[in-house]
């Protein structure tokens, strides 16, 4: 199969999310505008790292509670442990989809593919705005009339309103059986400076990235009709923290919301 082209010319945020988290797959064009955010915000490592622990705390948690299928949107560039070295871990027969739309993401397609000899894992070159394509080829590995955990990690905040972000989600979820969870993670404004966060939004979009932060409101919309696991939605580090995870400052701002619930 040819490999679709990679655009240098214009940063892509699952490679300055590498850059973020210390990776090397990334372009020159990715780690300009990563150190432009970082120089309006320097926590941004640390938020990206903090975001990185708790998907893997969240789908450990749905592991050991049963879950053996994942729908991973928004995979970005592989960063041991990937979520199927988590999930396939505590259920070796654990069955993976990862999706994304950078091709960067599938030149790595082999790092996500190494399942178990009891599980499977799979990669699909999709974009989230194309949802009804994604669940077609996530049928293809996953059994949607059993439990499916859909994971939306670092992803929505790049879903401005005119791609509706709510209804992406409802496509989404609408299939999954009772007993789902879903994951998600978004980049907030909540409790930030408001020039920190202007700066950081122009960065993406000057990058051609839209781009949209959202309140906690906002992203408590997104588990509209579905039960929120304990406890409940907070920063990442604040969401079942293992022993020795570093513990929020009182009053610090979030700079990400996260969650985890169940259909």
Same mark, same amino acid.
């Given at each position: 199969?040819?490999?679709?082209?990679?655009? @240098?010319?214009?940063? *892509?945020?699952?490679?300055?999310y590498? !850059?973020?988290?210390?990776?090397?797959?990334?372009?020159?064009?990715?780690?300009?505008?990563?150190e432009?955010?970082?120089s309006?915000?320097?926590?941004a +490592?640390?938020?990206?790292?903090? /975001?990185?622990?708790?998907? *893997?705390?969240?789908?450990?948690h749905l592991?050991?509670?049963?879950?053996?299928?994942?729908?991973?949107?928004?995979?970005?560039?592989?960063?041991?442990? /990937?979520?199927?070295?988590v999930?396939?871990?505590?259920?070796?027969?654990?069955?993976?989809?990862y999706?994304? /739309?950078?091709?960067?993401?599938? +030149? *790595?397609?082999?790092?996500?593919?190494? #399942? @178990?000899p009891?599980?499977?894992? #799979? !990669?699909?070159?999709?974009?989230?705005?194309d949802?009804?394509?994604?669940?077609?080829?996530?049928?293809?590995?996953?059994?949607? @009339?059993?439990?499916?955990?859909?994971s939306?990690?670092?992803?929505?905040?790049?879903?401005?309103?005119?791609?509706?972000? !709510?209804?992406?989600?409802d496509?989404?979820?609408?299939?999954?059986?009772?007993?789902?969870?879903?994951?998600?993670? *978004?980049? @907030?404004l909540?409790?930030?400076?408001?020039?920190?966060?202007?700066?950081?939004?122009?960065?993406?979009?000057?990058?051609?990235?839209?781009?949209?932060?959202?309140?906690?409101?906002?992203?408590?919309?997104?588990?509209?009709?579905?039960?929120?696991?304990?406890?409940?939605?907070?920063?990442?580090?604040?969401?079942?923290?293992?022993?020795?995870?570093?513990? %929020?400052?009182?009053?610090?701002? %979030?700079?990400? !919301?996260?969650?985890?619930?169940?259909?």
């Open positions: 199969m040819a490999l679709p082209p990679i655009d @240098t010319s214009r940063p *892509h945020p699952a490679r300055m590498d !850059y973020y988290l210390g990776g090397k797959d990334h372009y020159e064009v990715d780690e300009e505008a990563a432009r955010v970082v309006v915000v320097p926590d +490592r640390r938020l990206a790292r903090a /975001n990185r622990r708790f998907m *893997h705390r969240a789908v450990r592991a050991q509670q049963g879950i053996r299928q994942f729908l991973d949107i928004g995979t970005g560039i592989p960063t041991e442990p /990937n979520l199927h070295q999930v396939q871990g505590i259920r070796p027969d654990a069955r993976v989809v999706v994304d /739309n950078d091709p960067v993401v599938l +030149r *790595h397609a082999e790092a996500l593919l190494r #399942s @178990t009891e599980g499977r894992t #799979s !990669y699909v070159q999709a974009d989230v705005r949802p009804e394509r994604i669940v077609a080829q996530a049928r293809e590995v996953l059994d949607l @009339t059993r439990p499916v955990a859909l939306l990690v670092a992803l929505l905040h790049f879903v401005p309103d005119e791609f509706d972000a !709510y209804g992406l989600v496509a989404l979820t609408a299939p999954l059986a009772p007993g789902s969870s879903l994951v998600l993670t *978004h980049g @907030t909540d409790g930030g400076d408001p020039e920190e966060v202007a700066g950081v939004v122009e960065v993406y979009r000057k990058g051609g990235i839209p781009f949209r932060l959202r309140t906690r409101e906002e992203f408590v919309r997104f588990f509209r009709g579905w039960e929120l696991v304990e406890p409940g939605v907070g920063a990442p580090d604040a969401w079942r923290p293992d022993p020795g995870d570093p513990v %929020p400052g009182a009053g610090d701002p %979030p700079g990400f !919301y996260v969650g985890v619930a169940r259909k």
